[in-house]
Each structure stands twice: as C-alpha cells, then as structure tokens.
C-alpha cells in the first residue's frame, strides 16, 4: 500500500489542478482567431455623417478584397504597411472590394442620402462663403434626385486612383485630400451627367 | 565540539546550495545583462549555458581529484577558486569576461559540492543523514536560485547577484579547514575499484533536471518577458516551487514510500505541473500557483531521492555524487538545448497570429477612423521600437488625445488588445512546457525499474 499511496496521491493532485484549469479554459486561452472575409459581416447601426460612412464602406471593401485575395482581412491590412508582402492584384481586389462594399450598403439601404451629409461637407470644405449659402438653398429633395448616394459613391470608387493611395498610407490627410477630389470629380461628373440630354 | 559541528554543518550546506543556486541565479538577470552588454539573446543565454555545461563537464574529475588528497583541501581551494570567479562576474566589463568567469565558477563550485559532500558525511556523523542534507542543500538552492537572482537584481543590479555570494561563500572556508584531516579512507574505498555510478537514477535526475529548468527558465521568461512583468514580481511569483519543494518532504516522508515510489510520484508531479503550466487559462499570475505548487513537490520529492539511490552503498561517495552533478547539470543544459529553438520558434511564429488579432481589434474598435490611423501608426513604431518582443502598447495610446466617451473606448481597446498580446505569448510557449512535460514523464522509464530502497 505504501508504495502506491505516493503515486496515486501525485495522480489525484495533478488530475485536480489540470481539471480545474481545462474548466476555467486552459486549452482555449490563444489570440482571436481572424474573421472569414467571405462571410458578411454584421454592419452596426450607421450615422449619417462622412467619416463613419466612409469608414465602414473601406471596412467592407477590405473584406471584400481579402475574400478576393484568398487571406484575412487583417493579414491584408497588414500588408499593405509592408508593400512587398502584397499580392500584385491587390489593387484590383480593393477597387472591387469597395465597389462590393457600397453595393451591399445600397442594398441593405445604410446609406445616407446626399442631402444629410451636404451640410457637414459644406462645413469642413474651403468653398468660399457665398458657394456655401447658395449650396445650402439648394432643397434637400433635389440634390437627392440628382446625386443619389450609391451612383456618386460608385463614380467615387471608381475615380480612386488606389495604387497611389496606397503609396501614401503613412500620411492620412493626404489620403482623405485624395479621396475627397474623387468624391467631388465624381459629383461633378454625376451632375454634368444627368444634365445632359 | 558538537556546536562546531553543526555551525560546520550549516555553513557547509549553505555552500552547497548557494553553488548550486548558481546554476540558474542569473536567469532573471538575463534581459538585464542583454541591455548593459548589448549582446543577442543567444550569446546572454551562455551566461546560463557555461556554468551548467563546465559543472556536468568537471563534477567526476572534481570527484576524482576530491579522493586523491583531502576532501577539506580540495573544499577550501574550491570555495577559494569560487570565490575568485565570483568577484570577477561581479565587476566583468565584457560579456566574454563574465562567460569565462563563470565556467571558472563551475570549475571551483565542482570541487566545492564534492567536497562537501565528504564534509557532510564526516560533520553529520553517519553516511545517510550527510547525503541526505547534501541532497536536500542542492534541492532548495537550485530552486531558490532564480528567485534570489531575480529580487537582487530587482533591487540592485545583476551585479549584485555575485557581490552577495561572495561573503556567504567565503565563509565555507575556515569550516572546511576545520575539517582537515578529519575524513578517513575506508580500506575498501581506496583497494578496491569504484562501482558503476548508478545509471537509471542519474538518467532519472537528468531528465527531471531537464524538466524543471524548463518550469524555471520558461516561466520566468513568460512572465517577464511575455506578459512584461518586472523581475521582482516573476521573483515572488515563482517563489512557490521553491516553497513547495521545501515543504515537501515533510510532507511526504512519512508515507515512506521508497525510493520508486518518491521518483515516480516526483516525476508525475513535475509532468503535470509542467503541463498546468502549458494549459494556463489565463495570464494572472495566481494560475501559475498551483502549476508550480505541483513542480515544487515533484521537485522536493524526486531529486534528492534520486541522489541519495544514487549514492546509496556506492562507493567511492565523492565520485558517485560527482556523478549525480554531473547528470543534474547535463540535463540542464540538454533542457536549455531543446526547449530554446523550440520556444523561439514558437515566440516567432506567435507575432503573426497576435499582429493579426491587434489589427483586428483596432479595426472594429468604436473609434474615429483618425484615431485609428493614428493608432495604428503608434503601434507599428512600437512593434519596430521592441525588435520582435512583445510590444508595450501603452506609448501609443498615450500619444493619442480623445474626447472623453473616445477616451473609454480606447481604455477598453488598449486592456483588449494587452489580453491578445499575452494571449498570443503563453500560446508561444505551450509546446516548450508540453516538451519538458514529455521529459519529466520520460523520467518515470528509470524511475519504474529503479532497486528499491526506504528513504
């Protein structure tokens, strides 16, 4: 019995403490594995303003892209500080990624109308005061007849040149310069167009 | 004359555990040593290497040398040569000067522990009671090594890991001398030729030694280095194998369970407790307790067992406990040698899965895209300013100015992306503890087919 009371107390220890770690979650304390970019993400509810707007079309498009490119979204993210880890077509993949993303928002009708984001965009752009005043007499109901969100955030999406957004990464203003000339391209464009015969 | 003795007796077990204390006293020393000498970590590590593999290499021809003359000499000169080498780590300007130092430290340290063991012998009065605090002098100075090196270097300096051990050392000097003359040769001891050293208990011991360098050596790296704790806290933090190896034999002794028998539960303990430590569900400090708790009484109640099969009716004495050292410290080295790349390996492959899981959380974090970016950037030059460790996330929070409601969501994201880090860093070093787990149960082959004997 003595030389059994030994071992058997050794196995009885060793059982208790790995049984009470194993239900505490010892075998599962690793880093959050990355989401599936295939699969859709849940979008949270989404305010009428520029920036979240923005924020979440370029959270989808990179979903989208990393579906495309085979990765996770994160890893893609990832590369894109380390340019020579990037796949070649990363560019197209983020062009279509972001074009997928603004299809789904339409869709799902999240996007805001133009005329609820105009305000905010007047405020923070340089146009001249009076551009300004008789922007903002403009009615709500025709500036979203003829700048619906979806066709101009499509021209934008189109308009973005992303090999060389992606060059200037390390600087943010330069990237929301870039992306705000596309968006107004695309208005102009947008209008000019709906004013044709 | 018996007071003699038994201040002989403590002085000289004192000895024997600071020596063998030293074998891993540096290793909460070691990131500091890398930032004074501005050395690789693989070159800091043979500060740690040298000692061990000098120690299993020079322990039989310690032991030889110990029987050709007196054991009392071949201590003081050992304590002398030891001494030496101390002070030469303590004030070494380069690293190449405190590697070679510290092989020197092995060299006298060899003939320190063989010596003593003689010494102990001869001081006790009876053969089993001598081996059996030589034993247990080796058990509570490998395990209370790191913690004292760590505290001491918390408080002052590595430096000061080896200005401390000179006085303690130096006092084994007038008790050894006391004992010139003192051990007599038995006839059969110097007729007839030595036994075998005894195979299945010294491959037992360097297995378990292997095993537990890595519940020391990886866990305080853990703790340190990859939930960033500071030395002082992985000091007291793994106090508990010390504790629990001390405690152990009153604990379990009365059982009388035999030698088999202590070896086999010692080595069940040690593999459990190791693999406690791989299965962790957390990164606070009190789940590493119990893990440890089980290394401690594994440890407590294998080796000096196992040394003391070792030695028990070898003769001569001297050699077969030179012997034991010499298998302890091989292991030491053979663990260091396996579970290193296997660690490394695994901190390396852990920074894409953790980079990945902070990029994650940085992206659906409730904040401004700006504060994002910026973020994002901060991180980035923190990862780079780190070179591959575990990165400190709170400069890059501290940079970035929010409103107040923003200020919360980034307090929340900076504690979430600190549990991913440390997620990602105990995951890294679940193989190493998985792989010393397999050598202490590997221990229980010997184990099993070792002769039996009442301890």
Partial sequence: VRTVTLPLIAVLLVALVLGVQVAAGGGDYVPRASADPCVARRIPPLPARLEPVAERIVLLGLDGAACRLGISRERLVLSLADRRSLAPDAGAALKAGLRDAVDRLDREHRLPKVSQLVPEALEESDLPGIVKTVVGAIPDSTIDSTLPTAPLLRRAVGELDVDELLDQLADPDQIESAIRAAILRAARDEILDRLRP | VRQSRTGVIATLSLTVAVVLGDSGIVTLALPEMLRDFGAEVGQVAWVLIAFNLVLALVAVPAARACLRGDPAMATAGGVAAFAAATIVCAVAP??????????????????????????????????????????????????????????????????????????????????????????????????????????????????????????????????????????????????????????????????????????????????????????????????????????????????????????????????????????????????????????????????????????????????????????????????????????????????????????????????????????????????????????????????????????
């Fill in chain 2, 94 to 455: 380069s690293l190449a000067v405190l590697v070679a130092a510290r092989a020197a430290q092995a060299v006298g340290g060899a003939l320190v522990i063989v010596g003593s063991l003689e010494l102990l012998v001869e001081a006790t009065g009876a053969e089993r009671e001598g081996v059996r605090r030589w034993a247990a002098a080796g058990v509570a100075g490998a395990a209370l090594g790191p913690v004292l090196g760590g505290l001491l270097t918390s408080a002052f300096s590595w430096r000061s890991i080896f200005v401390v051990q000179i006085p303690v050392v130096l006092v084994a000097l007038p008790a050894a001398m006391a004992m010139r003359g003192r051990v007599v040769r038995r006839a059969e001891e110097l007729d007839v030729s030595p036994d075998r050293p005894y195979v299945l208990a010294n491959v037992a011991l360097a297995l378990l030694s292997a095993a537990l360098t890595a519940a020391l050596f990886l866990l305080v790296l853990l703790i340190v280095e990859g939930w960033r704790r500071s030395p002082a806290v992985a000091a007291v933090a793994v106090t508990a194998v010390p504790v629990a190896a001390l405690a152990a034999g009153p604990l379990f002794r009365r059982v009388r369970g035999g030698t088999r028998s202590e070896a086999f539960a010692g080595s069940v303990l040690i593999a459990g407790g190791l693999t406690g430590l791989a299965l962790l569900p957390g990164a606070a400090l009190a789940w590493t307790v119990a893990p440890q708790l089980l290394v401690g009484l594994g440890l407590g109640l294998s080796v000096d067992s196992l040394t003391a099969a070792a030695l028990r009716d070898r003769i001569p004495r001297a050699l077969h406990g030179g012997w034991t050292i010499a298998a302890r410290h091989a292991g030491v080295v053979a663990g260091l040698a396996i579970l290193t790349p296997i660690f490394t390996a695994d901190l390396r492959h852990a920074e894409r899965p953790a980079k990945e899981a902070v990029a994650s959380l940085v992206l659906d974090a409730p904040l401004p895209a700006s504060a994002k970016l910026e973020l994002a950037d901060g991180l980035g030059r923190q990862l780079v300013a780190e070179r591959g460790r575990v990165p400190d996330v709170r400069p890059a929070f501290a940079a970035v100015r929010l409103p107040a409601p923003q200020a919360a969501a980034a307090a929340t994201l900076e504690h979430d992306l600190e549990d991913q880090l440390r997620r990602a860093a105990t995951r890294a070093f679940r193989t190493a503890f998985l792989v010393a787990a397999a050598l202490a149960l590997l221990a229980l082959v010997p184990a099993v087919a070792l002769r039996e004997g009442r301890s």
